[in-house]
T-cell receptor, first 115, second 110 residues
Framework: ETGVTQTPRHLVMGMTNKKSLKCEQHLGHNAMYWYKQSAKKPLELMFV???????ENNSVPSRFSPECPNSSHLFLHLHTLQPEDSALYLC??????????????FGPGTRLTVT | EDKVVQSPLSLVVHEGDTVTLNCSYE??????LLWYKQEKKAPTFLFML????IEKKSGRLSSILDKKELFSILNITATQTGDSAVYLCAGSSGNTPLVFGKGTRLSVIA
């Protein structure tokens, strides 16, 4: 069991639905990340929050909307998704984005299927 | 643009074999290289390398970094079926999030 939890673990949604993915870290970290992992592609960074402030948006479509109410929680709000958005969505946290060398701890991921 | 390239993309070996996984990187203001093992869902951390030529070991796994050639290898000796996984390499500049390679899918057959 890692210190990063994600819910739900599996999600099937239609293209007109609105849903949210939740991530919570119990490690006292200050930076949190959303990654997308599609088949046969490298992990793609989506968003970065450092001390609750969004520091990076990696050209992600607006149908993905992140929210970070505090350093322990991170959400990814989904609306009007496309079938190509089906993937494993991984949340990660690290001590501080600004450290010289850091280690990211990953959650178990949410397997999203868009029908 | 920063990038990390891993080879081979996939590998099938028999139990007891020794394998070497490769990772080359181009990361601006490089600080460290990390190896992860991903079995079903979340990657789990293996090693973080910051200095050239210093081998890190954990059981049957070891890794080393060459900052001159921008290269790292991950060795697994006496492989077991439980070593079957995707092994991910990632580069870090410290101020930006990790840049991941595509991974090497290792299959160890009995």
């Amino acid at each position: 069991e890692t210190g990063v939890t994600q819910t739900p673990r599996h999600l099937v949604m239609g293209m007109t639905n609105k849903k949210s993915l939740k991530c919570e870290q119990h490690l006292g970290h200050n930076a949190m990340y959303w990654y997308k992992q599609s088949a046969k592609k490298p992990l793609e960074l989506m968003f970065v929050y450092n001390f609750k402030e969004q520091t990076e948006n990696n050209s992600v479509p607006s149908r993905f909307s992140p929210e970070c109410p505090n350093s322990s929680h991170l959400f990814l709000h989904l609306h009007t998704l496309q079938p190509e958005d089906s993937a494993l969505y991984l949340c990660a946290s690290s001590q501080d984005q600004g450290q010289a060398s850091y280690e990211q701890y990953f959650g178990p991921g949410t397997r999203l299927t868009v029908t | 643009e920063d990038k990390v390239v891993q080879s081979p993309l996939s590998l099938v070996v028999h139990e007891g074999d020794t394998v070497t996984l490769n990772c080359s990187y181009e990361v601006t203001n490089f600080r460290s290289l990390l190896w992860y093992k991903q079995e079903k869902k979340a990657p789990t951390f293996l090693f973080m390398l910051t200095s050239s030529g210093i081998e890190k070991k954990s059981g049957r796994l070891s890794s080393i970094l060459d900052k001159k050639e921008l290269f790292s290898i991950l060795n697994i000796t006496a492989t077991q079926t439980g070593d079957s996984a995707v092994y991910l390499c990632a580069g870090s500049s410290g101020n930006t999030p990790l840049v991941f390679g595509k991974g090497t899918r290792l299959s160890v057959i009995a």
